[in-house]
């Protein structure tokens, strides 16, 4: 399989929706959003950019699986499953906001293998393929090189609908705003983590997610030289519903701060 024909391809079809996300997004009226949870929105967009994605990238791999966030395509495979996001943001992208991506990720049986992330309003793809290095269209990147926690930018994602941890987080929250360079809030968790890559962002951390939310990130970051685990320094933050990321100078003590507010 030849990884980087296939993200190539990748690329092509992300830049043909945000094309299509761009020109829907001043459309959008309070009438034709849904919830599907609470502060969990989806409009008549995802839906049909997750139509295009699914569309296109059956041909490009005809016994591929999906998982995907509007279920668009139910189907999976034993071997190889695209994981999308068609539109992570949709509340910035409702509200008339940036920024908001696509994310796409090729998983082979429990590995990811290729990650692309398109941040739409600034027309920037990144990409990575499994021991491919990591790419910020088509220039390669790396994680910053910030040795210590209290000279970095944190990013984090507010809970929207999980509460139970709420107490943890404001813990945290606040000890990063007071011995850190600051904590960012963008909306978006594939965006947080590609900014990580590339440096933007030193460390991220988030509970309550989805796999199609991290599952491109992940990988990019860590072809960027970053490091990934779930809140218990384990391995499940694809599926697992939180994650830690940081550059690897910082990362160490990233979690255990992490670990020190969430399991005590």
């Given amino acids: 399989m030849d990884l980087q024909k296939i993200t190539d391809q990748v ?32 409009t008549y967009v995802d839906k049909t950019a997750e139509q295009k994605l699914v569309d296109k990238l059956k041909e490009i791999l005809p016994d591929a699986g999906f998982i995907a966030e509007e279920g668009t395509e139910i189907k999976k495979s034993e071997i190889y499953n695209w994981i999308i996001d068609p539109l992570d943001g949709t509340t910035n992208f409702i509200h008339g906001l940036k920024p908001y991506s696509i994310s796409i990720a090729l998983q082979k049986k429990e590995e990811i293998i290729i990650g692309v992330v398109y941040e739409v309003g600034l027309d920037e793809c990144f990409t990575a393929t499994k021991n491919g290095g990591a790419f910020l269209n088509g220039e390669k990147i790396f994680v910053s090189k910030t040795k210590e926690l209290s000279e970095s930018l944190i990013a984090t994602g507010f809970p929207y609908y999980d509460y139970s941890r709420l107490p943890n987080f404001m813990k945290s929250l606040q000890y990063f705003i007071e011995n850190t360079h600051g904590v960012r809030r963008f909306g978006t968790a594939a965006t947080d983590l590609v900014y990580v890559a590339c440096g933007r962002f030193e460390a991220y951390y988030e509970y309550g997610l989805q796999s199609w939310d991290v599952a ?34 910082v990362f160490d003590s990233f979690f255990a701060k992490i670990d020190g507010f969430y399991n005590i």
């Avoid at 690329?11 to 034709?32: F, P």
Wanted: with cysteine.
């Fill in 11 to 42: 690329i092509v079809l992300v830049k043909e929706v945000g094309i299509y996300l761009k020109g829907e997004q001043h459309k959008i009226t309070s009438e034709i959003i849904e919830k599907k949870g609470r502060n969990d929105f989806v």
């Fill in 216 to 249: 491109a990130g992940t990988l990019i970051v860590q072809e960027a030289g970053g490091k990934v685990c779930d809140f218990s320094g384990g391995n499940n933050y694809i599926f697992g519903k939180e994650i830690i990321v940081g550059n690897s100078n």
